[in-house]
C-alpha cells in the first residue's frame, strides 16, 4: 500500500491563481480531511469528509473547495490564491466509529502564494 | 470550545536521559487524546491515543502517555531519549460529538536530543 499520497509536493503560486491539491488513498478510509500547518499554530482543519458524496467545513475553510466523488480522492481547489494561503497543506484518512480511529498523513504539499 | 496546550516550544534532552513533552487538555465530556510526530519533510505520524482504561498508553518507538484527569494532562514520555526522537511532537484532542474524528491540534514541541 502507498498509503496517503499527495501531489505536488511544492508548488508557488501567483496572487489571484487557482490551482488544485490532489490527494489519493488505497486503504479504503471513509473519512477524509485536509488540514493546514503554519509556524505557531499546529495544524487547523480545512475541510473534511465521511465518505463520497460528502463533504463539510473544517475550521478554517475560507478559500478553499473540497469534493468527494470516490473513496480513493480527496482534492483541494484553491479558488483565487492569496498569500494568507501559504502554508504547507496535509491530507489525511482514517476509518472507523466512535472518534477513535487514527488518522494517517500524506507527506505534505508546500505552497507559496507571492 | 476544546483545546490544548504545550507549553513548551522546545525540549533539550541529553541522549539516554528520559525526557518529557507536556500536554494540557480542555474538553467538554471524556477527552479522546493523541500524539503525533513529525520529522523533517515529513507527514504526522500516529504515536499513541487514550480512549479509556489504563491511564498509561504505551505507542510506537519506545514512548508512553500518562492521562491524568484531574490536572487535565496527558504527558508524553520515554525512558531513554535516541537522537533519532528528534523531531516536532503534536498533542491532539478529539471535538466530542463527531462521527468523524475532528482534531484540534495544540502548537507543537520540537525535541532535541543531544548526542
Known amino acids: 500500500n502507498a498509503g496517503v499520497t499527495q501531489t505536488p509536493k511544492f508548488q508557488v503560486l501567483k496572487t489571484g491563481q487557482s490551482m488544485t491539491l490532489q490527494c489519493a488513498q488505497d486503504?479504503?478510509?471513509?473519512?477524509m480531511s485536509w488540514y493546514r500547518q503554519d509556524p505557531g499554530m499546529g495544524l487547523r482543519l480545512i475541510h473534511y469528509?465521511?465518505?463520497?458524496?460528502?463533504?463539510d467545513q473544517g475550521e478554517v475553510p475560507n478559500g478553499y473547495n473540497v469534493s468527494r466523488s470516490t473513496t480513493e480522492d480527496f482534492p483541494l481547489r484553491l479558488l483565487s490564491a492569496a498569500p494568507s494561503q501559504t502554508s504547507v497543506y496535509f491530507c489525511?484518512?482514517?476509518?472507523?466509529?466512535?472518534?477513535?480511529?487514527?488518522?494517517?498523513f500524506g507527506p505534505g504539499t508546500r505552497l507559496t502564494v507571492l | 470550545a476544546q483545546s490544548v496546550a504545550q507549553p513548551e516550544d522546545q525540549v533539550n534532552v541529553a541522549e539516554g536521559n528520559p525526557l518529557t513533552v507536556k500536554c494540557t487538555y480542555s474538553v467538554s465530556g471524556n477527552p479522546y487524546l493523541f500524539w503525533y510526530v513529525q520529522y523533517p519533510n515529513r507527514g504526522l505520524q500516529f504515536l499513541l491515543k487514550y480512549i479509556t482504561g489504563d491511564n498509561l498508553v504505551k505507542g510506537s518507538y519506545g514512548f508512553e502517555a500518562e492521562f491524568n484527569k484531574s490536572q487535565t494532562s496527558f504527558h508524553l514520555k520515554k525512558p531513554s531519549a535516541l537522537v533519532s526522537d528528534s523531531a516536532l511532537y503534536f498533542c491532539a484532542v478529539r471535538v466530542p460529538g463527531t462521527g468523524f474524528q475532528k482534531l484540534v491540534f495544540g502548537t507543537g514541541t520540537r525535541l532535541l536530543v543531544s548526542p
Open positions: 469528509s465521511v465518505g463520497a458524496g460528502i463533504t
Open positions: 489525511a484518512s482514517s476509518y472507523g466509529q466512535g472518534g477513535s480511529h487514527t488518522q494517517y
Open positions: 486503504m479504503n478510509h471513509e473519512y
